[in-house]
């Protein structure tokens, strides 16, 4: 399976979801563009960010509303889940379709510092691990072995039992 790597607290965010069952991350923004389609598995990366700095301390009041924890709580250097990559587009025109709330979770710029356009990827049906799977990450799009999920997949149903 096609992994991507996002820093917390964007990794988390894509698997969340507000009070009203809307998706808050339905998008990863990038400076490159992805012609690929299909599952795909998301990567807490390890590096810390600074808050107030590498991002925006609102983000961390929304995990505190819908999970009780900031960016220094979540789980990192870890397969969180997986979705689908079903769309990339220029972000700006992805933007039209997304609300204040979701904005704030992407950068939707016309193009970034350095000049370069910037895409959105759309992915859907998000599905978080109960376990986070332990794994290296990388820059840009890379490889996992589908047996990896597959087995944290069954580890999940054999770890809780009906009671």
């Known amino acids: 399976m ?10 988390t965010a894509l698997f969340l979801r507000d009070p009203g069952g809307k998706r808050i991350k339905p998008d990863e923004t990038r400076s490159w563009p992805v012609a690929y389609r299909g599952p795909i598995a998301i990567h807490a990366a390890k ?19 819908l999970l009780g924890k900031t960016t220094a709580d979540l789980p990192r250097g870890c397969i ?23 904005e704030m979770w992407g950068n939707y710029d016309e193009r970034d510092g350095n000049g370069r356009l910037r895409f959105a990827w759309t992915i859907d049906q998000m599905t978080p691990l109960v376990f986070p799977v332990p794994w290296r990450g990388q820059q840009g799009l890379f490889d996992v ?12 149903r054999k770890r809780w039992p009906d009671e």
């Open 2 to 11: 096609k992994a991507i790597s996002l820093w917390q607290p964007w990794a």
């Open 145 to 156: 072995p589908d047996s990896v999920l597959t087995a944290a997949r069954a580890a999940e």
């Open 80 to 102: 969180l889940g997986y979705g689908q990559v079903v769309a990339c587009d220029r972000a700006p025109k992805v933007l039209a379709r997304r609300s204040r709330a979701q």
């Open 47 to 65: 590096a810390v960010p600074v808050p107030g700095m590498d991002y925006s301390l609102e983000l961390d009041a929304v995990l505190r509303t």
